[in-house]
Nanobody, 121 residues
Framework: VQLQASGGGLVQAGGSLRLSCAASGRTFSSIVTGWFRQAPGKEREFVATVSASGANTRYPDSMKGRFTISRDNAKNTVYLQMNSLNPEDTAVYYC???????????????WGQGTQVTVSS
């Protein structure tokens, strides 16, 4: 599976962005996909994950209510809708794929190249 993230950019605090991750490969509809982010000087952290069918999602408490992950298996694409952004959300956002709905980066086998999100105050 190859993943290509897009949709990042510069946004003002309080604004919204929608990230997309396009996948290649016939197994996309059978694997879990997720988003992680990494700010300068910090560890890569879990943002969201969605089950293969799209029926189940998981978020860290800090992002519940602001971020929404979804997927369209017909388009081999997973999305991350981000609302009420603040400067602390500035990071490179990575999409990932694996077989567990995990919060741990090591549980994801496939990774995209990342897309930069910058939130100005």
């Amino acid at each position: 599976v190859q993943l290509q993230a897009s949709g990042g950019g510069l946004v003002q605090a309080g604004g919204s962005l929608r990230l997309s991750c396009a996948a290649s490969g016939r197994t996309f509809s059978s694997i879990v996909t997720g988003w992680f982010r990494q700010a300068p000087g910090k560890e890569r952290e879990f943002v969201a994950t969605v089950s293969a069918s799209g029926a189940n999602t998981r978020y860290p408490d800090s992002m519940k209510g602001r971020f929404t992950i979804s997927r369209d298996n017909a388009k081999n694409t997973v999305y991350l809708q981000m609302n009420s952004l603040n400067p602390e959300d500035t990071a490179v956002y990575y999409c990932a794929a694996g077989w567990l709905m995990s919060t741990m980066r090591n549980d994801y086998t496939y990774w995209g190249q990342g897309t930069q999100v910058t939130v100005s105050s």
